[in-house]
């Protein structure tokens, strides 16, 4: 045995050791959180996995992520070239060189040249933290140079620099003959040197390489560097479902509902919380943060991670943790009440995550803990929670003025022989005076292609929207047994509705009460009359320049993005006008997640915000496709004095370009 290998294997063992003692740490702290299923649909979660953590799908979209990317490509095959050096250190035989040789040097060409690339992109993404760092890079708690970031990067581009110096010295002496062109450079720049010059040099860069690799893997699982660990299981055990689809709770006895304490998360919540990469990505799109709430999504994973951190050594004895993990005041490891209650449910967060962390839905848990166990909550909620749970809409109007809305319309009752869908019109589409107006268009489109519809008038409840992102899952399970019981009492097969809440309500959280049937937004059932020529439109309404505004619940909830701008388009002429933040992209109106119902006191106005955004295309109308959204944009034009903009619902220019008068 050498005296290379004498101290190397001692070495190689203790790192690995401790390596394995951290993983094994790790796991035990994200063994504590709950139990849930994330192995089903192995096809589908293995798609994913591909696409996000291989494909780099989310990562590359950003204009920096290339750079990512690419180290993250040359750290795969890296993996092999690290694997192989390990491995040479205790058995000095065993290398690829044992492979054919084309193949051994053909692989020794790869290594090299992704060695010089990753020595780029980290020479990249030193000059980017240390000289133009973005803003979404840093926050309260961690600054875009900490020692961290600065260190993992140097270490990096030391193991890149120990290895041309290696292989350099090793083609000087003549040791190598595999195909290096980079380090062959090195071995020219080392070609003057004497033959026991470049054996020490070769012997020094064998150990810098080793001694800062066992390092770098130690460093690991003890950083924000875990991701490196964790990201791509992270993708494969992502949420299938959408992400504003909470799970069910059950309401037995002795039950115990959200999460207060960092253990009652699931053990998935706990591994989101050990992958967040700090990117950054999430609180640079979050409405909340943007307007000054003290909200940040990549807070509260991280103060997920601080608090079990923290709380962790004593719940592995079974004691309870002492950090608590929602306070009034936020603090690391804290999240705020107010924080808490600022999420419009959005889901721009869990849209934009590199590594699918799910940021939203822990949200709605912590607020599960606050309404159904504490029953601490903003003191408008409680008049709110009232009406919803006693009159089964938000404003507590008589339940049998659901249907006054179409009184002249006549009567309008749903008949499982006589229409073939559903309109469920929704608490605002039946009480809010502004709504009522998209209503009567839907209605006055409907007769006017020939499609048979009908209502449930007073039996009609509120879908529960609102509720259930607000927290308050009993009331919400209530009133979706009911309305589902409803429906399969009444034989509906179709349901048509114009609020995107309820629309996404019906369709994704309906189904984890057995109800499987085909819901569609009024955008869609409109797009297809018009497609299907079922619905002519004589003429083009006249609403001057138009803009689009995507509502959060259809669009990046739902992803339908395409038919409410077709029908547009249809009903003017023209496409409209796009934000410049649009589609998937899109900017909340501030009234998702049951904030239609609450004062916005902190910062600045989300609508105004919207609205102001809007204002720089200079638009004639702003279209919606969502009641909230239409009282959210209304709002915000009074707020700014622009009231010259009208806002319209789509099925509102539809109904216009219905009864337009020809153009002499
Ligand atoms: S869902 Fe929207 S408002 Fe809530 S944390 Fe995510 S980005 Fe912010
Ligand atoms: S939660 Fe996701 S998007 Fe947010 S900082 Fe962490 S990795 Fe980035």
Redesign the pocket.
């Known amino acids: 045995m050498s005296i290379n290998q004498t101290i190397y294997i001692p070495l190689f063992a203790l790192s690995m050791l401790f390596f394995c003692y951290s993983c094994y740490q790790r796991l035990q702290l994200i063994s504590l959180g709950t139990s849930e299923n994330r192995t089903d649909r192995p096809v589908a979660r293995f798609i994913r996995m591909l696409t996000y953590a291989f494909a780099q799908k989310r990562v590359i979209q950003r204009p920096f992520g290339v750079n990512h990317s690419l180290l993250f490509w040359a750290f795969l095959l890296l993996v092999l070239a690290n694997g192989e050096f390990l491995l040479e250190g205790l058995f000095p035989s065993v290398s690829l060189a044992l492979l054919p040789t084309s193949l051994h040097h053909g692989l020794a060409f790869v290594f090299d040249a992704v060695s010089l690339l990753t020595l780029a992109c980290v020479t990249i993404a030193f000059a980017r933290r240390l000289f133009f760092a973005p803003d979404y890079l840093g926050n309260e708690y961690s600054s875009p140079r900490s020692c961290e970031a600065l260190l993992i990067l140097g270490m990096i581009a030391t193991l890149m620099i120990a290895f041309f110096l290696l292989h350099g010295a090793q083609i000087a002496l003549g040791e190598a003959a595999a195909s290096r062109p980079i380090s062959a450079l090195f071995g020219k720049a080392l070609a003057g040197l004497s033959a026991a010059s470049l054996e020490s040099v070769a012997l020094a860069s064998w150990w810098a390489h080793a001694v800062v690799l066992l390092f770098f893997m130690n460093v690991l699982p003890r950083s924000k560097h875990m991701h490196i660990l964790t990201a791509i299981p992270n993708t494969y055990l992502c949420s299938l479902e959408q992400s504003n689809t909470q799970p069910r709770e059950s309401f037995e006895k002795g039950q115990r509902f959200g999460v207060g304490e960092v253990e009652r998360f699931s053990w998935k919540d706990l591994l989101d919380s050990l992958t967040c990469t700090e990117c950054g990505r999430?609180q640079d799109?979050?409405?909340?943060?943007i307007t000054g709430k003290p909200?940040?999504?990549r807070r509260?994973v991280h103060d997920i991670k601080v608090n079990l951190m923290a709380n962790g050594p004593t719940l592995k004895d079974g004691q309870p943790g002492s950090l608590p993990m929602i306070a009034e005041e936020q603090g690391e490891g804290t999240s705020s009440e107010e924080a808490l209650w600022?999420?419009?449910?959005?889901?721009?967060?869990?849209n934009v995550c590199p590594v699918l962390i799910e940021?939203?839905p822990k949200?709605i848990k912590m607020r599960r803990h606050l309404v159904q166990e504490k029953a601490e909550f903003p003191e408008e909620l409680l008049t709110f929670f009232e009406n919803a749970e006693q009159r089964s809409n938000p404003w507590g109007m008589a339940p049998a003025d659901r249907g006054k809305w179409s009184s002249m319309l006549g009567e309008r009752p749903f008949s499982v022989d006589k229409t073939e869908y559903l309109f469920f019109v929704g608490c605002a589409g039946a009480f809010d005076t502004r709504a009522k107006q998209i209503s009567v268009a839907l209605a006055t489109i409907m007769d006017q292609a020939g499609v048979t519809w009908g209502m449930l008038g007073k039996e009609e409840l509120c879908c529960g929207d609102s509720l259930r992102r607000l927290g308050n899952e009993y009331v919400f399970d209530k009133m979706a047994k009911a309305n589902v019981e409803m429906f399969i009492e009444k034989g509906v097969s179709k349901i048509v509705t114009s609020c995107p809440h309820c629309f996404s309500t019906l369709k994704n959280d309906y189904r984890q009460y057995g109800l499987e049937l085909e819901v569609i937004h009024h955008t869609e059932l409109i797009e297809k009359l018009i497609q299907n020529g079922k619905l002519k439109l004589p003429r083009h309404a006249e609403l001057g320049k138009t803009i689009f505004h995507d509502s959060?619940y259809l669009g990046r909830h739902n992803d339908t993005y395409n038919a409410p701008r077709n029908v547009i388009k249809a009903a003017t002429g023209k496409a409209p006008v796009e934000f410049g933040r649009n589609r998937e992209n899109g900017f909340?109106c501030g009234a998702?997640?049951g904030r239609m119902w609450m004062e916005e006191l902190t910062g600045d106005r989300i609508n105004r915000t919207r609205v102001a955004e809007a204002l720089e295309q200079k638009p004639d109308t702003l279209c919606v496709s969502c009641p909230y959204c239409m009282t959210m944009m209304e709002d915000g034009l009074k707020d700014l004095g622009a009231e010259q903009v009208q806002v319209k619902d789509v099925a509102e220019m539809v109904a216009e370009a219905l009864r337009s008068q020809p153009k002499v």
């Open positions: 999430c799109v979050c409405p909340a943060h909200l940040n999504p509260i600022s999420c419009t449910t959005c889901g721009a967060c869990v940021q939203m949200i959060c909340c998702g997640g």
